[in-house]
């Protein structure tokens, strides 16, 4: 998939006849995509597509059978992730004996923190004013899920990569992943998008990337 | 853009070890606990003649130390892995190896430094005698220092799988065998009036070897088996 | 590319190495068969009785070699862990994943004959030797590579997370060895040595070595064998794999 006009002459992701492979047996590729400053792309497939596996491989968990993925034009390895990337799994990554709060500190120490954002007005972007010293653990899951996305907008990483961001949201919810990927992109990030349904972007339509399961 | 340093890195990792160890402090009282059960079982199954016991005691504190961390291996990892933080800190820009190293030191100092506690507690209960006392101390420390980095590598590869007991025992029972041999030996030589410096010296030779290398390895062994 | 790196990528391609194998395979276990047959003619028929230890002696003919097997196999599945680890060569680790049973089994065929031989030489079928020490602790070794081996899913990366194992168990080898003598001499266990072979005279050790050839054969024959079985599985939907499905079919026909 070939973007119309790229904003920046370096995309933030470039992925080269990327492919992985599980027992032998193909998940997902060849596949060749650019993501540039500035978007979101929407990965579409059914079930065992290999969606999550794309986004694991992306961000570095898994290597790749065969493919390059540039990272701001240079090879990412595990050692040279350097804070460009967050990964936002099913699993959600959030202690739940921790309060939301704790939870948060804990991702800027690992992972740094984005200028101008600070753990508080992170919570309330998400609509989780008041739920500060909670624990994960009497959150209700789509509360957990904000609080996840709470600690994207903490970290510095340029491209989010986000696995089934709306699953677990009500309408409200879906509404503020839009939002928060609305405003990351205006300020010159991307994000990989997975989805098995079909949700309305609120600005426009996205680029949608495509993935099959390998015959 | 604040990105933080390596040491701030791994000060939060043990910040939020301990802090979940408090949460569920009554967890860290189950290793202890389950030592003594172990001690028991011996005076219980060999009869209570005190000299018998104190023949065999540092030999039977040291199975008891090994069998409860061993049990409690497992949760190094398991509650990371399970609620995805574990993914988070394999992402993290900072070296692994650093943030892997916190790790197994607050889960020694929340696992092992109980038992170290009930140890002289156990000891009486076998009749070591006294003056062995100080010599089981300190090879203690530098044995569970020593399981705890080893036992770690081994737990790193059956991350993921639902029943690792059995496995996670075969697998980290041959590197356990020196440790065992030369701190049971250290506390064996003491109580016969033999020198006992030697044993120790040499696990602490092991230990200075284990501090730079169990989390270097741990940290491979996670990458294999992380998916 | 060098001459090595590029025997390396031709034998190390599924397909050639398991054409390969499959010549060599018969030729293997032929030689090893007869190899080991002459080995223990001339180790149990020709050469002479133990003047202490009479015929009991006889079982190092298969002890001796077995305990060789047992270390070797151990250090080709280290050596192959390696290489799987290092230059993910898909051959290496399947070789070294094959080489752990067939390791395990050597090492308990030494245990086991060491035992029937400890009953009339000590007295005891089992002494806390230094040495049967050592061999329990490396049948332990082989025993949770397989054991790892066999728990996770992904042939790939089981393989991968047991041949990590396979190389922390290879620094752990020697330090056993040298941790447990340190404790058999602390203990003053058994004084009881083995016949090194260096004090073996020559009409018993041309059929130890006899053996000890055959014995390696057989390693490799059956290691191949082996590995060819575990290749098919993992490539069974590969091209040439099918290739080979289907001429065995015609060949039946």
Known sequence: MISSDPPSPIPLLQAEELAYARNDEPVFGPLDFTLNAGEVVLVEGDNGSGKTTLLKVLSGLLVPNSGKILLNGEDLTLARLSHQVALLSHLGGLKLDLTALE??????????LRSGAAPLPALASVALEGYEDVPVRNLSAGQKKRVALARLLLVPAALWLLDEPYANLDKSGIDLVNRLLDSHARRGGAALVTS?????????TPRRLPLRPTP | ??????????????????????????????????????????????????????????GIVFVAVLLAGLLALDT?????????????????????????????????????????????????????PRQVMPVLMISLILATLLLSLLGAVCVALTIGMRRSGMLLALLVLPLYVPVLIFAAGACNAAQLGLPFLAPLLWLGAALALALVLAPLACAAALRISIT | MNTLTLWFHKFGSPPTFFRVTALLSPWLFGAAFLIGLAGIYWGLFVAPADYQQSDAYRIIFIHVPCAWMGLFAYIFMAVNAFIALVWRIKISEILAMTSAPVGAFFTAVTLATGSIWGKPMWGTWWTWDARLTSELVLLFLFLGVIGLYNAIEDRRQAARAAAFLALVGIVNVPIVHFSVSWWNTLHQGSTV??????????????PL???????????????????????????????WARDIALATEHGHE
Not at chain 2, 44 to 58: C, D, K, M, V
Request: aromatic share 8%; hydrophobic share 50%.
């Open chain 1, 103 to 112: 939870n948060l500190r804990f991702a800027i120490g690992v992972f740094g």
């Open chain 2, 76 to 128: 190094l990892f398991r509650g990371d892995h399970e609620d995805g933080t574990l993914e988070q800190i394999v992402l993290s820009p900072h070296p692994l190896s650093m943030l892997l190293a916190s790790k197994i030191l607050v889960h020694w100092l929340s696992t092992a430094l109980p038992l170290i506690v009930v140890s002289p507690l156990l000891a009486e209960m076998l009749h070591l």
């Open chain 3, 209 to 239: 070595l006899l053996l000890a050839l055959a014995t390696h054969i057989w390693f490799f024959a059956s290691v191949f064998a082996r590995s060819r079985v575990s290749l098919l599985e993992l490539e069974g939907g590969k091209e």
């Open chain 1, 196 to 204: 098995h349904g079909a949700y309305a972007f609120t600005s426009g």
């Open chain 2, 1 to 58: 853009m604040r990105y933080g340093t390596t040491r701030s890195a791994c000060a939060a990792v043990i910040r939020r070890d301990l802090l979940l160890t408090w949460r569920r402090r009554g967890d860290a009282l189950n290793p202890a606990l389950f030592a003594i059960i172990v001690v028991v079982m011996f005076p219980l199954a060999l009869g209570p003649e005190p000299n018998q016991l104190a023949n065999i005691s540092a």
């Open chain 3, 193 to 206: 040595r083995l016949l090194g072979p260096s004090r073996i005279d020559s009409s018993m050790l041309w």
